[in-house]
């Protein structure tokens, strides 16, 4: 008896101190933070339909890919121009270049983290690939 417990305690205590380790770790590896994204809406429906033939019309000029999100447990689709990791920043650009392109219902919309995308327009190319989806910006485009 004694033979197996100068064997297996060590054994034992060295399995305790891995297990201990591999939980503190755990513990205090840090979570990935969702960052807050601001968006400028440049338009905003209840119905996805109507959200893609308004982006089809605008893509004359400007193009915007529609988000889906869910407003007082209905949900819209929002045409977006651009985003940003600052609110100051999506702010300074909405009252710089973005304009002469806005009108009353243009704003910017506050969302935890990225949206959903669910419509891309096609790109300018003419190569029958869709525009990327907005990224952040982490500065203004307006100097």
């Not at 305690?9 to 591999?22: E, H, I, N």
């Not at 004359?60 to 609110?87: A, I």
């Not at 909405?94 to 919309?109: E, H, N, Q, V």
Request: glycine letters at 4%; aromatic letters at 14%; proline letters at 6%.
């Amino acid at each position: 008896m004694r033979r197996f417990i100068k064997f297996s305690l060590p054994l034992l205590l060295l399995a305790l101190m891995a297990f201990s380790a591999t939980d503190a770790q755990a513990k205090t590896k840090p979570r990935k933070q969702i960052r807050t994204v601001y968006y400028i809406v440049c338009g905003s429906y209840s119905s996805l339909d109507q959200a893609i033939e308004q982006s089809e019309q605008m893509s004359e000029v400007m193009f915007y890919p529609v988000y889906k999100t869910t407003v007082k447990g209905k949900t819209v689709y929002r045409l977006c121009c651009q985003c940003y990791y600052s609110k100051a920043h999506a702010e300074k650009d909405l009252k710089g270049f973005l304009s002469g392109f806005k009108s009353d219902d243009w704003w910017i919309w506050q969302s935890k983290g990225f949206a959903n995308c669910v419509y891309r327009p096609l790109s300018p190319k003419g190569d029958g690939e869709r525009i990327p989806e907005l990224r952040p910006l982490t500065k203004p485009l307006t100097e």
